[in-house]
């Protein structure tokens, strides 16, 4: 069964903390994405990815960076955690073009 | 920038009822995805329409994309309390370029 697995569940950090946030696929596809979700706003997209080492920033980079060594790897960083980051945030991934398959989210809370 | 409106943003509706969720864009895609999302999961493919004009059926959901491939109806027939979720339309625009989500709409049937 095709998966894409996310580290954590459930997090609660503090302000100014660093966070990493993984996604790790096992289907070979070339892109990953992360999005963020909250209520009223829908799914927002912060980074992307199409090929190992690279990234595109998406709708709301700001606060965050990512990382790709590996192609089956994605990990999401937020570099000094704030209130305003308490969020759902959901990894996908995809064959160009084609359906995207979603890890089943991180609930991250920030204190 | 594209966007996709979904609406209602909310339904509460009886078991039995039937109900259609409205997905429409001044942009064309090249293809539309729907997703259902379950509370603390990720958002899960229910169908794709490609051509316009296009229906697919999956059970009592009925899935329409526009002749100008602009626009797409989510159609269910006598819900049930399983068709409980958030539902989220997804356009492609083809090439790599990422997914554009509507913000969703939100069903709860209630037995």
């Known amino acids: 069964d095709v998966k894409v697995t996310q580290s954590s569940r459930y997090l609660v950090k503090r302000t100014g903390e660093k966070v990493f946030l993984e996604c790790v696929q096992d289907?070979?596809?070339?892109?990953m994405f992360w999005y963020r979700q909250d209520p009223g706003l829908g799914l927002r997209l912060i980074y992307f990815?199409?090929?190992?080492?690279?990234?595109e920033k998406g709708d709301i980079p700001e606060g965050y960076s990512v990382s790709r060594e590996k192609k089956e790897r994605f990990s999401l960083i937020l570099e000094s955690a704030s209130t305003n980051q308490t969020s759902m945030y959901l990894c996908?991934?995809?064959?160009?073009?084609?359906?995207?398959?979603f890890g089943q989210g991180t609930r991250l809370t920030v204190v | 920038t594209q966007l996709l409106e979904q609406s209602p943003q909310f339904l509460s509706i009886q078991e039995g009822e039937n109900l259609t969720v409205y997905c429409n864009s001044s942009s064309v895609f090249s293809s539309l995805q729907w997703y259902r999302q379950e509370p603390g999961e990720g958002p899960v493919l229910l169908v794709t329409?490609?051509?316009?004009?296009e229906v697919k059926k999956l059970k009592r959901l009925t899935f329409q994309f526009g002749d100008a491939r602009k626009d797409s109806s989510l159609h269910i027939t006598a819900a049930q309390p399983g068709d409980t979720g958030l539902y989220l339309c997804?356009?492609?625009?083809?090439?790599?370029?990422?997914?554009?989500f509507g913000k969703g709409t939100r069903l709860s049937v209630i037995a």
């Open positions: 990815s199409y090929d190992v080492k690279m990234k």
């Open positions: 329409v490609v051509t316009g004009g």
């Open positions: 996908a991934s995809s064959l160009s073009g084609g359906r995207a398959f």
């Open positions: 997804a356009g492609d625009s083809s090439g790599n370029t990422p997914l554009v």
């Open positions: 289907m070979d596809h070339e892109n």
